[in-house]
């Protein structure tokens, strides 16, 4: 049952980000070129994104997931080098390319070959971030 709703809540959520333009590379430039050609648009996608999260997380505090499991806890509010380093990645990412990592997981059956080496240079990012904050974290604390 827990497969059956992952499943559904991924569609959605892929869907979501269809219908709202995030996986069209262009738009997203677009939102992010502010001394350029700005498209505003994805800013009621970012509210409609947050708002409702934000009345989620309220929501969460003391409950249960129904299938099984627990919320997970709040993030921490320090601001540390390996948030900004992310941060810069992300950035530098979805700048280039147009796309972070769940729209680029939607748009990969018509993304073309870009979309491709971009999903598969984004996985390899997100396999090799621990051993390589691992190896940073001892460095900076020797």
Do not use: N
Not at 19 to 31: E, I, L, N, P
Not at 71 to 88: D, K, Q, T, Y
């Amino acid at each position: 049952m827990r497969s059956l709703y992952a499943f559904l809540s991924g569609g959605l959520f892929g869907a979501g980000l269809y219908v709202s333009g995030m996986t069209d590379t262009r738009k997203v430039q677009g939102w992010l070129d502010v001394f350029g050609d700005w498209d505003p648009t994805l800013a009621f996608v970012l509210a409609g994104a947050i708002l409702p999260m934000a009345v989620a997380w309220r929501l969460t505090h003391a409950r249960r997931p129904l299938v099984g499991g627990s919320f997970p806890a709040p993030a921490e509010a320090r601001i540390g080098w390996p948030l900004v380093a992310g941060s810069i990645l992300f950035g530098i990412g979805w700048g280039l390319m147009g796309l972070c990592p769940g729209p680029s997981m939607a748009s990969i059956t018509y993304g073309g070959t870009p979309g491709a080496v971009f999903l598969a240079a984004m996985l390899a990012g997100m396999r090799a971030a621990p051993p390589l904050r691992r190896r940073l974290d001892a460095l900076t604390t020797a």
